[in-house]
């Protein structure tokens, strides 16, 4: 009450911008402080933040923390013309914030799009029934056509690369139902392709080349605006596209069993014709730097801002010699010239969607940002190694080569060979229990394994780092980088992290991991479902040095868990809209080799709730059972950290896990 008193004195004295400016924070924080202690009914606080947009309209803040807070009562609503209403508000307010700079753009853009989108697709689902000319159906029609204006208008009043920000989202639902839905969303992808054509092209190849006719017929319409509003595209479009042919052709191409290297000329002499062709446009190589979107340090919105300082460097040649993997795909190693003179490195993956990577890779970009933030993780240099993903349809892509790593399986069979340590498959498959063999006997099989192989992974880091310094420093970014990644991977619901997955870089020590198809607890569904949150292994924990997972490793696991959970509602506004990516299959993939003209190939994701709800769980420090049923209260961020330490490296759960996990390495 005091509080109160104050500001209402203090408040006919306000003159100065500076006055008024401070006078908002003061309002905001006595807003905020009574909706997290619940003790003001909610118009009561409503105005509380509508006389922060009041007394500051410029602050980015007062707006991003009204639309908030409608955001949350949309929830509460029953009445559908009220939901409509309160709807248009928080698309208003989230505007207005993103107008005033970019603070809260991981928020408020997701989002206001998420919200603006699934509105247009529910009232088409209405077209199509009976009944849709009531009061409320045109009331909602009406406010669709009021918030498609004010999103339309973003077109002008927002800088493009704040729509690229959220590109991979705006992509995904260009097999929208609703006409002046499609309408809007084709028109600001044309913008954001007119202005950044380089990066978008790229983001756009995959629903360009998709086996679904309406996706490429959508892209074809974009495409056709773009190069109406810069009739140069054209030409650049035509190469881009002739380029990712070629790339697809390559990635696909069939190869004898034991070739390890082609010819581009022999086996794919277009290509490097293509290229080298002195016509053909200037393509970016999408490198992980160039593919990044910089936002100003400043608090304004900056529409003259450029997202992409560093030069970009063009794709001027392709070596002749391609170099084939000897794993199951038989992936592509391809080197890419750049103007610059020097080599880039890519990986032409055939037979994986990897869409999911892409997105997981963009949400651990976002990680990175609040790691940099955070003066904790920034002390401690906590980041996740993020590289390049670029789907170029649904079966191919194309990745950033990681140079100079090696896969945690491969350092440690090299190892075992020096100590004469091996076993054959033949006599392993015979060791193993069954899967319904009672806990005693895999007990036992999993000591008796671990006997055999014994921890030898800290001899890498003495053997590649050999100078004592060097040395420290390599073990201590192993033990950061795991970390960091090892919480990140729980929080999402990360499996699949076997010897293969998981990769070491030669001149850092850093921990790369790769793969990221198995995606909110989908492991938990295997034949021998997985019953660790992440991979601590016997040889991961000798790795760390003397002191096993305690100190660095656990204080790091902490700090990343900090920041996760100070950034609840941002981590979960970007995965909503991962989930319920209409292009995306997130359960188990459908193969079809033929699609009719009217398929979209869009799915409707029926356990994305549980899913938010799960990870929200967990940031929460929420622990679940086997039976997905909670486990007593929420624990604090070193109590939920010390459980998962304690279950990752518990014997009982690694020798229950799959053979082909390596659990005894």
């Known amino acids: 009450m005091t509080l109160k008193k104050t500001l209402l004195q203090l408040k006919p004295q306000l003159s100065q911008a500076s006055e008024k400016r401070l006078y908002a924070r003061v309002l905001l924080l006595q807003g905020r402080y009574s909706e997290e202690s619940s003790n003001m009914e909610s118009n009561a606080i409503m105005k509380l933040y509508r006389d922060v947009v009041d007394m500051s309209p410029d602050w980015e803040d007062g707006h991003f923390y009204l639309a908030h807070y409608y955001d949350l009562l949309l929830a509460q609503l029953e009445s559908h013309d009220r939901k409509a209403e309160v709807l248009a508000y928080i698309v208003k307010f989230f505007s207005n914030s993103l107008q005033h700079g970019n603070k809260f753009i991981y928020q408020s853009m997701p989002r206001m799009l998420s919200l603006w989108l699934d509105f247009g697709a529910s009232i088409a689902a209405e077209q199509h029934k009976k009944g849709t000319d009531s009061q409320t159906a045109l009331n909602k ?53 007119v202005t950044y054509p380089h990066q978008a092209i790229w983001l756009m190849m995959a629903v360009s080349k998709s086996s679904y006719q309406v996706r490429v017929q959508r892209c074809q319409q974009i495409y056709t605006r773009a190069e109406a509003l810069k009739p140069s595209l054209t030409k650049f479009i035509k190469d881009a596209t002739k380029l990712t042919d070629k790339l697809l052709d390559l990635s696909n191409m069939h190869l004898d069993v034991g070739a390890m290297s082609l010819s581009t000329h022999a086996g794919l002499k277009s290509i490097a014709r293509l290229v080298e062709d002195s016509a053909f446009s200037k393509v970016m190589i999408p490198l992980q730097t160039a593919m990044t979107v910089t936002l100003p340090s400043s608090s304004s919105t900056h529409t003259k801002h450029d997202p992409f300082s560093r030069e970009l460097v063009y794709l001027a040649s392709i070596d002749d010699t391609v170099e084939v993997l000897n794993s199951l ?40 940002k609040y790691l940099r933030k955070d003066p904790e993780s920034r002390r401690r240099q906590l980041h996740i190694r993020t590289y390049s993903v670029i789907p170029l349809n649904e079966e191919c892509g194309m990745l950033e080569w990681v140079s100079n790593t090696h896969g945690l399986r491969h350092i440690l069979l090299r190892l075992y060979k020096a100590h004469n340590i091996a076993i054959t498959a033949r006599e392993l498959t015979a060791m193993i229990p069954p899967k319904s063999a009672p806990m005693e006997e895999k007990l036992a099989v999993f000591n008796k394994l671990l006997e055999k192989y014994p921890s030898v992974f800290s001899e890498w880091f003495l053997k590649i780092f050999p100078d004592p310094t060097t040395w420290y420093m390599a073990r201590t970014a192993y033990a950061r980088t795991s970390a960091v990644m090892s919480i990140v991977g729980y929080i999402v619901g990360l499996g699949d992290r076997h010897g293969e997955n998981i990769l070491f870089d030669s001149t850092t020590g850093d921990c790369v991991h790769v793969d990221f198809n198995c995606l909110f607890n989908k492991g938990e569904t295997f034949e021998w479902p997985e019953k660790v949150p992440f991979r601590l292994t016997h040889n991961m924990v000798d790795a760390l040095g003397p002191m096993g997972y305690e100190g660095i490793f656990r204080k790091s696991c902490e700090a990343t868990m900090r920041v996760m959970r100070t950034q609840t509602d941002t981590l979960l506004s970007v995965l909503r809209t991962f989930i319920y990516d209409p292009l995306v299959e997130w359960s188990k993939p459908v193969r079809k080799s033929k699609h009719s003209s009217t398929e979209t190939g869009e799915t409707q994701n029926s356990l994305a709730l549980t899913q938010i709800s799960d990870i929200e769980k967990r940031l929460q420090g929420v622990i679940k059972t086997l039976r997905n049923k909670p486990y007593g209260l929420p624990l604090s961020i070193e109590g939920q950290v010390n459980y998962l330490l304690q279950e990752s490296s518990d014997k009982n759960n690694l020798a229950q896990m799959y053979v082909g996990w390596t659990a005894y390495m």
């Open 329 to 368: 795909q038989r992936p592509k190693k391809i080197t890419l010239r750049g103007n610059d003179g020097r080599p880039y490195i890519m990986l032409c993956k055939p037979k994986d969607d990897l869409r999911k990577d892409c997105r997981l890779m963009e949400f651990n970009a976002l990680i990175n």
């Open 141 to 193: 029609k009406a406010m669709l056509t009021h918030i498609n204006k004010v999103i339309h208008g973003l077109e002008d009043r927002l800088p493009p690369y704040q729509f690229l920000t959220a590109f991979s989202q705006l992509i995904s639902r260009i097999c929208h139902a609703h006409v002046d839905v499609v309408n809007v969303l084709q028109s600001i992808i044309a913008k954001v392709l």
